[in-house]
């Protein structure tokens, strides 16, 4: 079977590098099931894999190499910014989306997100020193790099054991690290990336960042 897919970057840098990989699934229906899109999306290895099953509506399903996500920020940015749409529709709610420049952005709720450890370090440099931990727990760590300021440096290991041992920019975990600190930040995270955030009402955070398209064909399985 020949499945199509786009790749994206999410979340890249200022200079538009960087920016974690998604790959997105626009025919939701070429892999009609769960056991097909969570071979594929091993398959893929990127750290989300997102299929579209329908367009107009923005209905998402959302697949890591190992596990199906209820949500995760980078694929409905990388989503929102490929589908242009003001809505997305995901098994927790609607979610919306505005654009602003060179951002895209999504509003969510930090009780989407999977379960974080979130863990703070005195600079960023510790950050940046650290090695991979053994598999087992899913640990964002952060220092805040300028706190006047809302700037956090971080870093991101998933404890799956599933090829990713690094993620490259992680949303939910923005949402949540936003959410504890009640502030709006402004987050470089893995080699580059940028995550910005902003507490709005009743809960609602927005998160935002940019989207690159990085190529697309098919993958014959």
Not at 5 to 30: I, M, T
Not at 129 to 157: H, I, K, S
Request: charged share 25%; with cysteine.
């Amino acid at each position: 079977m020949n499945t199509a897919y786009d790749v994206l970057a999410v979340f890249c840098g200022p200079d538009g590098r960087h920016g974690n990989r998604l790959g997105v699934v626009r025919e939701g229906r070429a892999c009609p099931d769960e056991a097909s899109r969570q071979a594929l999306a091993k398959e893929l290895g990127y750290s989300e894999t997102v299929f579209v099953d329908d367009p107009e509506r923005g209905a998402l399903d959302i697949y890591t190499p190992g596990v199906r996500l209820p949500f995760a920020g980078h694929p409905v940015v990388g989503a929102a910014w490929l589908l242009d749409l003001e809505v997305l529709d995901l098994s927790v709610g609607e979610v919306w989306v505005r654009h602003d420049g060179e951002f895209t952005w999504i509003e969510a709720r930090p009780e989407w997100a999977p379960p974080r450890t979130l863990r703070q370090y005195g600079s960023a440099a510790e950050v940046e020193a650290l090695d991979v931990p053994p598999p087992g727990e899913w640990l964002y760590a952060w220092a805040w790099e300028e706190e006047a300021a809302g700037r956090v440096r971080a870093r991101a290991f998933p404890g799956r054991g599933d090829g990713v041992d690094e993620d490259e920019a992680t949303g939910a975990a923005a949402l949540l690290l936003t959410a504890l600190l009640g502030r709006a930040l402004n987050i470089t995270q893995g080699r580059g990336s940028q995550i910005m955030t902003a507490p709005g009402p009743d809960g609602v955070i927005e998160l935002g960042g940019r989207v690159r398209a990085l190529g697309a064909g098919p993958l014959t399985r």
